[in-house]
């Protein structure tokens, strides 16, 4: 990806927290982030082993239509099945630099928004015993098996 296309999505970032979010939110270096999740969570590659996750879930939405809401549904289920809330980091793995840093609930009113920029995005909790995760083929949530190892 040329630096133009990646600048514009930082700044579309940048755009979607000052638009959407709250006072709450503040966008931070995902570097450390990244690496935390790479020691804390089982890896199959370069994707976290869902299969190795505690009480994982998942949805698929190849094919889907409207697969935003599919997302935003799974999002409020997990929330709400698993008692789920805290503060968490989210970030995408390509097209944006830097990760948001926000209360739980916060989050889900910027999905729809951050999901026009095409990328996997990684919600893990700040306490890194959670972790979900939307792809371009569906959503995975588990809880971490060592959270803090």
């Known amino acids: 990806?040329?630096?133009?296309?990646?600048?514009?999505?930082?700044?579309?970032?940048?755009?979607?927290?000052?638009?959407?979010?709250?006072?709450?939110?503040?966008?931070?270096?995902?570097?450390?982030?990244?690496?935390?999740?790479?020691?804390?969570?089982?890896?199959?590659g370069t994707q976290i082993d869902y299969s190795k996750l505690i009480?994982?879930?998942?949805?698929?939405?190849?094919?889907?239509?409207g697969y935003y809401d599919l997302f935003v549904s799974f999002f409020d289920k997990v929330l709400?099945?698993?008692?789920l809330e805290g503060t968490i980091y989210c970030f995408g793995d390509t097209h944006t630099s830097g990760a948001i840093k926000c209360p739980l609930p916060d989050i889900r009113r910027l999905?729809?928004?951050?999901?026009?920029?095409p990328q996997f995005y990684y919600l893990v909790s700040t306490s890194w015993d959670w972790v979900?995760?939307?792809?371009?083929?569906?959503?995975?949530?588990?809880?971490?098996p060592n959270p803090n190892d």
């Open 111 to 117: 999905l729809p928004k951050l999901f026009d920029i």
């Open 1 to 44: 990806m040329n630096n133009c296309m990646a600048d514009a999505f930082e700044t579309d970032l940048q755009q979607i927290v000052y638009q959407y979010g709250s006072p709450d939110m503040e966008i931070i270096d995902e570097q450390d982030i990244i690496q935390l999740i790479q020691e804390r969570y089982p890896f199959y």
């Open 132 to 144: 979900i995760v939307f792809t371009f083929v569906g959503a995975n949530f588990g809880f971490c």
């Open 55 to 65: 009480e994982p879930l998942q949805i698929d939405v190849i094919g889907e239509d």
């Open 80 to 83: 709400k099945d698993r008692d």
